[in-house]
């Protein structure tokens, strides 16, 4: 089967699969890297960007606010899909899930963050 999924006004997604399991897995899987979702902090729109730094490619969901400019940066799985995936949780230097208690450490405004120059870091 292949079903169009629509995830925003201007952007429709094929998706084919054989069972209805692998179809919700990649519904699942498009959600949660390419669908856009409003500004954690102030519920703007927007925007799909890439950028890159050095050797490294990030990959964010960017505010169009021009004074809000946070960002929900996206992960790529480190196995043989590479998907991608919303970074929501708290990771320590060496990227891994911050845990307290056994439970994982999720970031305010659902991973959506902005540069606080006067703390040097993203809040
Ligand atoms: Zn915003």
Not at 49 to 74: D, F, H, I, M
Request: net charge positive.
């Amino acid at each position: 089967m292949i079903v169009e999924y629509k995830i925003s006004p201007n952007m429709i997604v094929k998706i084919e699969s054989e069972s209805m399991t692998t179809l919700f897995e990649k519904i699942h899987a498009v959600n949660d890297s390419l669908k856009p979702e409003p500004c954690g902090k102030c519920q703007s729109e927007s925007m799909h960007v890439v950028r890159s730094a050095g050797n490294n490619v990030y990959y964010e969901l960017v505010c169009t606010n021009n004074t809000c400019r946070a960002k929900l940066s996206l992960g790529i799985e480190n196995n043989e899909s590479k998907r991608l995936y919303k970074k929501r949780t708290k990771v320590d230097g060496d990227g891994r899930t911050v845990k307290e208690d056994g439970k994982t450490v999720y970031l305010p405004d659902r991973g959506w963050q902005r540069w606080d120059s006067d703390k040097g870091e993203l809040v």
